[in-house]
Each structure stands twice: as structure tokens, then as C-alpha cells.
């Protein structure tokens, strides 16, 4: 699928350990992501976290999908980068992109703190919670020099490195694309000056921006800000791709839709954050007039995830009543 909008998926990795039966296997993850690949989907995704949502590891299970598939482009939806050291989050990035031929995408974000699960999360790893954005700062800029094959130094707050040369190099020429996490909502209580910190932040290190919670109109806002900011830093704003993370269920039934994302969403979050800026939640229509909304406000890719536990129902009606809309 090519044109204005390529569409993505995001794999149930975490999905999979919150059924009621423990996994033996990884076969239903994998068998969506050769689902997707044979219907012409453009790329799949998976999610991200240690211990506070359990769930696969991303970059392992995006290796096995590697393998399993040929064209098919790979994602993470959102890494929380902060949580690894960037030495070795490059080495498995080129190894990724090698075995899978120059397919891997990072979509990676600061990561929140917001609840107890979370800030254990940054206590397991032994990272100050404090420090994830300037962390994450620095990581961007040492996976990309480490992505160059060259010998790469840098010194920061965090990281030291000395002429480090990191093999697998990358495939992609230029390296593996990387989009940032970006919200864009809330103007009050400080948010506004964190939006602008995260546009700034894409604007001076990232590939493009990742955003979850905005709306079209939000959307538009967003990228007009990062591609604003890219000539402060002497950068081709033409050069920054955007992504829109979305979340559906899709039921013909509105009401049974809504109430089944409801009781996923606080089932997988503790909370429904974000309220309405989820969905839509209903028939296949709402879905196909979300994804075109978000297309003609900019974004270049659109990753559709699944509230529900009907995982591999809500993928073959997505197959069937969605994603050929916007085929060829």
C-alpha cells in the first residue's frame, strides 16, 4: 500500500501475556505480522516495556518477524529508549535492520512516571526516572553516530563513549529512521512548555515525530511547529516524517465497540487517560473516515492498534474493511 498514507499495525505483544492462558509460544503474534504482510499492509509495529506492562521484548520479536517476512516494514510503537544503554540498543538496531534488510523503524518516546508500576520500571533498569529526557536526548544522538560505521566518540551527562566502531552497521543508508514521541495537547499547568520541549526535542535529533493523543486539527498544529523549529537547527524540514498511533475497535455495533475498548483500555493502561482522544470505537466507516482525516492533516504513516482482546478478529476485519480503501 502506497500513496498519501502507508498503514501500519501494531502486534499484540503485550496482548498475548494478558490472556487467560499463559503463552507457550509467540505463533499468534507472528501469524498477524504475515497477515499483515500478505494483505499489502505497509508495516507492523510492537510496543515497549520491562515490567510495568509486560509484554515480548520489541526488538527480539521484531528479529522473528524479520524472519518471517519479506517486504514488510518493522516498527516499535513506542520504545522507551531511556530504559537501555545506546551501545547496546545499536548493535541489536543494525542487527535487526540486517537480518531484515534494511526494514526497521524506531519509534521511541521519553516514557512516563506517572504511577507506581512506572517508576519501578525505572528503578528495575537502575535509571533515575528524572533524567529520561536529557537520557533520551543523548541516546538519540549516540544511536545515530554509532549508526555511521566510523569510529564515534561523545561525551555527555550520561554517556561516554570513545572511538567506538558498532558492527552490524545498518543497512538503510543513513541509518535506521528514528520518530520521537510527541503529545500535543493541553495548553495549561505546564503543558504547553512540555509540548514545545518535545517539538524542539524532535525537531534538533529525530527522523520525525510519533504522536498519539493528537487530534487532526492538533496533528496539523504539531508538525507545522517541529518543521518551524528545523531551521533553527539547520535542518531540511521536507526531511521529517509523521506518524499517527490509533487506536480503534471495530464493531458494528457502537455501543458494544465502545464498551469493549473501555474495559481493554483500563485493563491494559489501570486508567482510561487520554478519555475521548481514544477510537474511533464502532463500524468500519468511522475507522476508514479517522485514517483519512489524519492523512490529509499530514501524517505520512498511520500504526492502528486493536482495543480488544479479539485480536485476530479486529485484524481480519481491518484486512477486509479498512485497509483496502486505501490500497493502489
Same mark, same amino acid.
Given at each position: =500500500?502506497?500513496?498519501?498514507?502507508?498503514?501500519?499495525?501494531?502486534?499484540?505483544?503485550?496482548? $498475548?501475556?494478558?490472556?487467560?492462558?499463559?503463552?507457550?509460544?509467540?505463533?499468534?503474534?507472528?501469524?498477524?505480522?504475515? +497477515?499483515?504482510?500478505?494483505?499489502?499492509?505497509?508495516?507492523? +509495529?510492537?510496543?515497549?516495556?520491562?515490567?510495568?506492562?509486560?509484554? %515480548?521484548?520489541?526488538?527480539?520479536?521484531?528479529?522473528?518477524?524479520?524472519?518471517?517476512?519479506?517486504?514488510?516494514?518493522?516498527?516499535?510503537?513506542?520504545? %522507551?529508549?531511556?530504559?537501555?544503554?545506546?551501545?547496546?540498543?545499536?548493535?541489536?538496531?543494525?542487527?535487526? @535492520?540486517?537480518?531484515?534488510?534494511?526494514?526497521?523503524?524506531?519509534?521511541?518516546?521519553?516514557?512516563?512516571?506517572?504511577?507506581?508500576?512506572?517508576?519501578?520500571?525505572?528503578?528495575?533498569?537502575?535509571?533515575?526516572?528524572?533524567?529520561?529526557?536529557?537520557?533520551?536526548?543523548?541516546?538519540?544522538? *549516540?544511536?545515530?553516530?554509532?549508526?555511521?560505521?566510523?569510529?564515534?566518540?561523545?561525551?555527555?551527562?550520561?554517556?561516554?563513549?570513545?572511538?567506538?566502531?558498532?558492527?552490524? =552497521?545498518?543497512?538503510?543508508?543513513?541509518? *535506521?529512521?528514528?520518530?520521537?514521541? *510527541?503529545? +500535543?495537547?493541553?495548553?495549561? &499547568?505546564?503543558?504547553? #512548555?512540555?509540548?514545545?520541549?518535545?517539538?524542539?526535542?524532535?525537531?534538533?535529533?529525530? &527522523?520525525?515525530?510519533?504522536?498519539?493523543?493528537?487530534?487532526?486539527?492538533? /496533528?496539523? !498544529?504539531?508538525?507545522?511547529?517541529?518543521?518551524?523549529?528545523?531551521?533553527?537547527?539547520?535542518?531540511?524540514?521536507? @526531511? =521529517?516524517?509523521?506518524? =499517527?498511533? $490509533?487506536?480503534?475497535?471495530?464493531?458494528?455495533?457502537?455501543?458494544?465497540?465502545?464498551?469493549? #475498548?473501555? &474495559?481493554? %483500555?483500563?485493563?491494559?493502561?489501570?486508567?482510561?487517560?487520554?478519555?475521548?482522544?481514544?477510537?474511533? /470505537?464502532?463500524?468500519?466507516?468511522?475507522?476508514?473516515?479517522?485514517?483519512?482525516?489524519?492523512? !490529509?492533516?499530514? #501524517?505520512?504513516?498511520?500504526? *492502528?492498534? /486493536? #482495543?480488544?482482546?479479539?485480536?485476530? !478478529?479486529?485484524?481480519?476485519? /481491518? %484486512?477486509?474493511?479498512?485497509?483496502?480503501?486505501?490500497?493502489?
Amino acid at each position: =500500500m502506497t500513496g498519501k498514507v502507508q498503514l501500519g499495525c501494531l502486534l499484540p505483544t503485550r496482548g $498475548l501475556l494478558l490472556a487467560d492462558r499463559k503463552p507457550t509460544d509467540a505463533e499468534s503474534v507472528l501469524r498477524l505480522a504475515t +497477515w499483515a504482510e500478505e494483505a499489502g499492509i505497509d508495516s507492523v +509495529w510492537v510496543g515497549d516495556s520491562l515490567t510495568a506492562k509486560p509484554r %515480548l521484548e520489541a526488538m527480539t520479536t521484531l528479529a522473528a518477524i524479520a524472519a518471517r517476512t519479506s517486504r514488510v516494514r518493522l516498527g516499535t510503537a513506542v520504545m %522507551l529508549m531511556a530504559l537501555r544503554h545506546p551501545v547496546l540498543l545499536a548493535q541489536m538496531a543494525g542487527t535487526v @535492520d540486517l537480518i531484515s534488510g534494511g526494514r526497521l523503524q524506531l519509534g521511541v518516546g521519553v516514557g512516563g512516571a506517572f504511577n507506581s508500576m512506572q517508576q519501578a520500571e525505572w528503578r528495575n533498569a537502575q535509571v533515575n526516572q528524572r533524567t529520561r529526557a536529557p537520557r533520551l536526548e543523548e541516546m538519540l544522538q *549516540v544511536i545515530k553516530g554509532l549508526g555511521s560505521g566510523q569510529p564515534y566518540s561523545f561525551s555527555g551527562r550520561h554517556f561516554e563513549l570513545d572511538e567506538v566502531v558498532m558492527e552490524p =552497521m545498518p543497512v538503510q543508508p543513513g541509518g *535506521v529512521p528514528v520518530y520521537l514521541g *510527541v503529545h +500535543w495537547h493541553g495548553r495549561g &499547568d505546564g503543558q504547553g #512548555a512540555q509540548r514545545e520541549r518535545q517539538a524542539r526535542r524532535a525537531a534538533r535529533f529525530a &527522523d520525525g515525530i510519533i504522536s498519539i493523543s493528537a487530534t487532526p486539527a492538533e /496533528f496539523i !498544529e504539531l508538525n507545522e511547529t517541529v518543521r518551524g523549529y528545523c531551521a533553527e537547527y539547520g535542518r531540511n524540514p521536507e @526531511d =521529517m516524517s509523521s506518524v =499517527m498511533y $490509533l487506536t480503534v475497535n471495530l464493531d458494528e455495533d457502537v455501543a458494544r465497540g465502545e464498551a469493549e #475498548a473501555e &474495559d481493554w %483500555l483500563l485493563g491494559y493502561y489501570g486508567a482510561n487517560i487520554w478519555e475521548d482522544r481514544w477510537g474511533p /470505537f464502532g463500524d468500519s466507516e468511522r475507522t476508514r473516515e479517522r485514517i483519512h482525516a489524519y492523512a !490529509e492533516a499530514g #501524517a505520512d504513516q498511520i500504526v *492502528v492498534r /486493536f #482495543a480488544t482482546y479479539r485480536q485476530e !478478529e479486529q485484524m481480519q476485519t /481491518f %484486512l477486509e474493511q479498512v485497509a483496502p480503501d486505501f490500497a493502489r
